[in-house]
């Protein structure tokens, strides 16, 4: 079935760096990606759709020169967290659909960052 | 705004049980709703997609209905197992085409041994 990877699993950082957490479609292609947050014990929220060969579109509130999205190709979206905080300390998961309307959204299994 | 509301928060239960988790969503017009499993510290793992001309899905112990008109669905699992402790996550698309989903909080679950 449809697979969507997500590398790294576990990233500690020191503020003030970057990260870049890639997200790929394993056996199909995704023309849009998903990129959402998690707090503990919180449900996920929609940082921005990624979009192939275009801008990504954020949500509100979501810092776009903070959280910088390339979806370079139809099976990669990766996502640049800039000049990190402990803030930014969270989960990041991202998810996928193949072409279809009614294609099940497949995720990744989630990055956690930790920024000290 | 779209929201989606899950009841009840927690839930603990002794193997066994069978159980039913609900979730209700505000806009009735939604296309497709798809039930999620998330274990701690993982991603979401798709357990059933109901489509928007279906009224549930089975698959294995887990059987989910959607009514589309209250805007509602059931997550039904029976004989559970503590392999089935997790939070369990609903999610409505409630456009066509490839929209995100809205989640709610989720129910988290316990299946005691």
């Known amino acids: 079935g449809a697979v969507v990877s997500q590398h790294p699993s576990r990233v500690i950082c020191k503020s003030g760096t970057s990260v870049k957490i890639e997200c790929r479609s394993l056996?199909?292609?995704?023309?849009?990606m998903f990129w959402y947050r998690q707090f503990p014990k919180q449900s996920l929220m929609l940082m921005a759709t990624s979009n192939e060969g275009s801008k990504a579109t954020y949500e509100q509130g979501v810092e776009k020169d903070k959280f910088l999205i390339n979806h370079a190709s139809l099976t990669l979206s990766t996502l640049t967290v800039t000049s990190a905080h402990p803030e930014d300390s969270s989960f990041y998961i991202c998810s996928a659909r193949a072409t279809g309307v009614d294609s099940p959204l497949h995720f990744g299994n989630g990055t956690r960052l930790t920024v000290t | 705004k779209q929201e989606v509301t899950q009841i009840p928060a927690a839930l603990s239960v002794p193997e066994g049980e069978n159980l039913v988790l609900n979730c209700s969503f505000t806009d009735s017009a939604i296309y497709n709703l798809q039930w999620f499993r998330q274990d701690p510290g993982k991603g979401l793992t798709s357990l059933l997609l109901?489509?928007?001309?279906?009224r549930e899905q089975t698959s294995g112990r887990l059987n989910a209905s959607l009514d589309k008109s209250s805007g509602r669905s059931t997550l039904y699992i029976a004989a559970s197992q503590p392999g089935d402790s997790a939070t369990y996550l609903c999610?409505?698309?409630?456009?066509?085409?490839?929209?995100?989903?809205?989640f709610g909080k989720g129910t988290r679950l316990s299946v005691i041994a």
């Open positions: 999610a409505p698309y409630f456009n066509s085409g490839n929209t995100p989903l809205v």
């Open positions: 056996d199909f292609q995704a023309t849009t």
């Open positions: 109901i489509q928007s001309s279906q």
